[in-house]
């Protein structure tokens, strides 16, 4: 029940999120929106179509949702969807996919219906969507890190989510929580090396506020 409440909240908070942008400081350089690691990605069509549309359609729902698909390409089809400032509708339109898929309705939508990639999926998909208030995704992408915590690219979407809601607070556990997940020798490096690169090049820039 709880966790059928969690998506509803998550689903009735966006609109009074998205209405109060204007008002927020904004982030257009931060660990969200200046981490673009879908670029080694390029190779992969839903990657490009992603990239070129910006918009969640049922081809990418599907994709995003089929088991034959690695979880490192699904981040970067939804990191090439990318982010506006005042918003997008894409985990919305994702939530609306998966009820139809699982036969249920759109408010009873239930993490139980949905497999870690899903949901780890659907918790990225809100963090950039709505970058201002990355905290409402952050349960979801917990909790598909408890389903998948041997995986580099559950673990560093986590850490970039997190990173996000400190930007406004601490610079030096912004490049500390990337730094956790960069050094565990225990995670499934599931992300390309050049996309990985990506991300460091840019997070690495927080370090020198570790003094």
Known sequence: MMKKKLLLVLLLKLPFIFSGIFSSTSHADSPITSTSFYKPYLDVKMVQRAHLE??????????????????????????????????????????????????????????????????????????????????????????????????????????????????????????KLTERVLRNKNLKQDLRPEATKLILNYMILYKEYCK
């Not at 969640?56 to 089929?66: K, P, T």
């Not at 036969?103 to 949901?119: G, K, N, Q, R």
């Open 54 to 175: 910006g918009v969640m359609g049922i081809e990418i729902a599907e994709f995003l949702s089929s088991p034959e698909n690695p979880i490192d390409v699904k981040a970067a089809v939804i990191n090439a969807l990318s982010w506006k400032f005042e918003g997008k509708n894409n985990a919305e339109f994702y939530m609306y996919y998966l009820s139809l898929l699982y036969h249920v309705p759109f408010t009873e939508l239930d993490t139980d219906f949905l497999s870690a990639d899903e949901i780890f999926c659907l918790g990225y998909l809100m963090v950039i969507d709505n970058y201002f208030h990355p905290e409402i995704a952050i349960p979801l992408l917990e909790e598909a890190y408890e389903m998948k915590k041997d995986s580099f690219t559950v673990s560093i979407i986590l850490a970039l989510a997190k990173a996000q809601t400190v930007l406004d607070k601490d610079w030096c556990e912004v490049w």
